[in-house]
């Protein structure tokens, strides 16, 4: 999902857990239809675990910590619950941070939608995603609006009375509930309320996440797979190969696969191409430069060696460039594959349908997540760029 965008709820009961790096404090708040709470008992939170249909689990440190709502079991007039989320350390902003919220239907955890909000710096706290009444249907919007005020900034604006700060321990689990729980949250100064979100927007088409428990996974654009198996992580070693065919017979094409690996705040670390065949000190390596691409099979190959990136590498772009300057009009049969380096098993594979009269290409990305296995999302996205130095800040910028 992206900031604004909404989804309608296939589960009657579902829940949102927010993942990053470090731990965060997850917590939820009912809400009427003038987006206030009707009382300090409507945010749920470590303190107050369980209020009417929303419920908060934490992860013990070692999980993402969760809020699950049901549907069915709101009180009349709760027309939204918002899930919001901040560091658990004291005054620690989410510059670096890169959190990712994750909506699963809560009877059998399938996934349901992920959301990575974009571009934070110092907030400190941050609601995530909201569950709302629309048409007498319940959605899901992905939200993305930060707080530089804490927690304390977001529970005020919706109308919950904070006390003066004395910030409670979180517990390794979460108390019994208890009515009328005093709601202390780490507060900060308060201060401005947040900018209305943005208009609904529909999701992103083949968005949705898999992973490869039945095998070989052919993905559509904007899909993503987890690289597991069975709960399993993979063999840490895996190939991205990338292939292409002249859309004219006799007319040879040559085009440059790359992938440039980025660090959690999207930074630039390296890029590996052809002249510069590995990087990350050996971690990624690359086949060498196919000049025409003529020949079944794959044109140029990137290894990636997934248990040797240094744990600064948290994200992977792989792009394709025509230095020549031909557009990829020009090309047929444009795909990029995933394979077990050891067995040499497809596992993913991303063909390009729809080509745009432009000189680069982003075709997919690895990701990884807070639990240390990796995410792969098919791009497709073309941008003006003859080389990998050109494809650095556009591929940042869609990570």
Not at 2 to 18: C, E, F, K, M
Not at 84 to 102: H, L, M, R, V
Not at 112 to 122: H, V
Request: charged share 20%.
């Amino acid at each position: 999902m992206t900031p604004g965008s909404n989804i309608p709820l296939s589960a009657a009961r579902v829940t949102v857990d927010v993942a990053a790096p470090v731990r965060l404090d997850v917590s939820g708040l009912l809400l009427t239809a003038d987006g206030k709470v009707r009382s300090d008992d409507d945010f749920i939170f470590y303190n107050q675990p369980a209020g009417p249909g929303v419920t908060y689990r934490s992860g013990g440190g070692t999980a993402p910590d969760a809020i699950t709502v049901d549907t069915t079991a709101l009180p009349p007039g709760i027309e939204k619950v918002v899930v919001t989320a901040s560091p658990d350390a004291a005054g620690q902003t989410f510059q670096g941070i890169e959190p990712t919220a994750t909506l699963r239907n809560a009877d059998d955890h399938s996934v349901l939608a992920t959301f990575t909000p974009p571009r934070l710096g110092a907030e400190t706290a941050l609601v995530v995603m909201e569950i709302y009444l629309r048409g007498g249907a319940w959605k899901a919007r992905a939200v993305g609006q930060g707080y530089a005020n804490g927690l304390a900034g977001i529970a005020t604006d919706f109308g919950v009375t904070v006390e003066e700060p004395a910030p409670a321990p979180q517990p390794a689990a979460p108390p019994t509930p208890a009515p009328q729980a005093p709601v202390t949250p780490p507060a900060a100064p308060l201060g401005a309320p947040p900018v209305p979100p943005a208009p609904p927007a529909p999701p992103a088409p083949g968005a949705g996440k898999i992973n490869l428990d039945k095998g070989r996974v052919s993905l559509q654009k904007n899909q993503t797979v987890s690289l597991v198996k069975g709960g399993r992580p993979l063999l840490s070693q895996v190939k991205m190969g990338l292939g292409w065919e002249p859309a004219y017979r006799g007319k040879s094409i040559d085009l440059d696969a790359s992938v440039i690996a980025y660090g959690p705040q999207r930074n630039h670390i390296d890029s590996c191409y052809f002249g510069k065949l590995q990087i990350l000190n050996g971690a990624v390596k690359h086949s060498g430069d196919n000049l025409t691409g003529e020949g079944s099979g794959d044109d140029e190959v990137i290894v990636v060696d997934l248990g040797r990136l240094p744990q600064e590498v948290t994200g992977l772009v792989f792009t394709v460039n025509s230095f020549s300057g031909q557009k990829f009009t020009e090309v047929a049969k444009a795909y990029c594959r995933l394979l077990d380096a050891t067995t040499g098993e497809e596992l993913v594979r991303f063909d390009l349908t729809n080509a745009e009269a432009q000189t680069g290409v982003m075709m997919a990305k690895l990701i990884r997540q807070f639990s240390g296995e990796w995410d792969m999302t098919a791009m497709g996205e073309f941008v003006k760029a003859r080389t990998v130095r050109g494809m650095v800040k556009p591929a940042a910028q869609a990570l």
